[in-house]
């Protein structure tokens, strides 16, 4: 009933458009690796050289997910397409990413971003803080970003429906001359009555298309 009271408040729609709202839940299941859960990851696509795996996390009923993806880019290159012009080219990559925006600049490895998640009627888009984290080796050949959700750090849009929670974890690193490993790792609640098992039906389609895009962009420059 939960999730009926939703479509019906959200101007309603036919199954069919619920179904393909439901693609871009996947987008922003961050998952912090510290706190999930030791369950098996089970490959759910491999395909065109990304591989994408699910798996159960405790006490959530969303799954986790992880992707990789070797690109024919130096590391140098893929760092700069990630944080071009302050994520202000993530909108392009990142599957139905509407708008990122920096919110504060604590010190050059540690940032503040407003992220808005677009979602098809009938369901309302979804808008995240989150706290952005960079580490890099000390011979430079791998940076980490490691994201967490910092929901009271910027107002309630009463036209979006905030993510309450929200960890997530990029690793780029060197992969013999002139080539990246992309690997990404998220889990989330999506806020909302959506049911979980209809997310997590659909979950594979965001990491898959993020990264396909992502790599799309590189061999563009």
Aim: net charge positive; proline share 7%; with cysteine.
């Amino acid at each position: 009933m939960s999730c009926l009271r939703e479509v019906l408040n959200e101007r309603g729609g036919m199954m069919k458009k619920v179904l393909s709202g439901l693609l871009v839940f996947c987008v922003l299941g961050f998952s912090v690796p510290a706190f999930a859960a030791e369950h098996p990851w089970m490959l759910k696509k491999d395909k065109d050289g990304i591989r994408v795996s699910v798996r159960k996390v405790e006490g959530s009923a969303f799954l986790e997910y992880q992707a990789v993806v070797v690109v024919d880019t130096p590391l140098e290159e893929v760092v700069r397409l990630y944080e071009e012009k302050e994520n202000g080219r993530m909108p392009e990559w990142f599957h139905q990413c509407k708008e990122v925006r920096l919110l504060e600049t604590r010190s050059p490895e540690d940032k503040l971003y407003y992220f808005v998640l677009w979602m098809p009627p009938p369901f309302r888009t979804r808008d995240l803080v989150y706290r952005r984290l960079r580490t890099t080796d000390p011979p430079g050949n791998v940076v980490e970003y490691k994201v967490r959700a910092m929901p009271e750090l910027f107002p309630p849009q009463h036209d979006k429906i905030r993510m309450p929670s929200a960890d997530g974890y990029w690793r780029l690193s060197r992969h013999g001359e002139g080539k990246t490993e992309v690997y990404y790792r998220q889990h989330s609640d999506m806020g909302g009555t959506v049911p979980a098992w209809l997310v997590n039906l659909l979950a594979v389609n965001m990491p898959y298309n993020t990264l396909a895009n992502f790599r799309r962009l590189l061999m563009c420059r």
